[in-house]
């Protein structure tokens, strides 16, 4: 997550990024370094059991009145919020300058990957950034980021690279495309 954090702050040129989307959190580092930057707003979409451990974390280090959990009721200003991944049509209705993805969009079917590519591309503000470090094997029904973003068409590469810190996977950077 350093290598992921210091490719952010390399691309928003000294802008903090103020609303965050974390698709699939993990452990929730993002969320602590969203939260370090002075982000407002950090919210994550993904299984339920991986979201227990991030909220875990991180009412550990920002604070238990700064995580809100599915089902809670208003997120009343909270600065992390959590959302299931078979119901976030709550994210649609916020706009977010940093979306980013990491170790889960090859591995869902094609059909979902879509549809997080849609919702990327309907809630990205325009100089915002979708950052996707994630391998590309397509075996086992595997598919690549680029193939849906491709499909989407909403979306533009900004650059593609190896990602310094493992090998096989790939570091993409997109924007709005008009």
């Not at 809100?68 to 119901?87: K, S």
Request: charged content about 20%; aromatic content about 12%; some cysteine.
């Amino acid at each position: 997550y350093c290598a992921a954090a210091f490719s952010i702050v390399s691309r928003l040129k000294g802008r903090k990024p103020n609303h965050v989307l974390e698709i699939g959190a993990g452990l929730g580092n993002l969320g602590w370094m969203s939260h370090q930057w002075g982000c407002e707003s950090y919210t994550v979409i993904d299984l339920p059991s991986v979201s227990i451990m991030s909220a875990f974390f991180l009412s550990k280090c920002c604070g238990e009145s700064e995580v809100w959990l599915y089902g809670e009721g208003n997120r009343d200003h909270r600065f992390c919020g959590f959302h299931p991944a078979n119901d976030y049509v709550d994210a649609l209705n916020h706009d977010y300058d940093l979306i980013f993805n990491s170790d889960s969009l090859p591995e869902m079917p094609s059909k979902v990957r879509d549809d997080y590519i849609f919702l990327v591309s309907k809630c990205l503000t325009r100089d915002g950034f979708f950052i996707s470090i994630n391998h590309e094997s397509n075996k086992d029904g595997q598919g690549r980021v680029w193939d849906s973003v491709k499909k989407n068409g909403s979306l533009k590469l900004v650059s593609r690279s190896p990602f310094m810190m493992r090998e096989g996977y790939i570091e993409e950077i997109y924007q709005l495309a008009h």
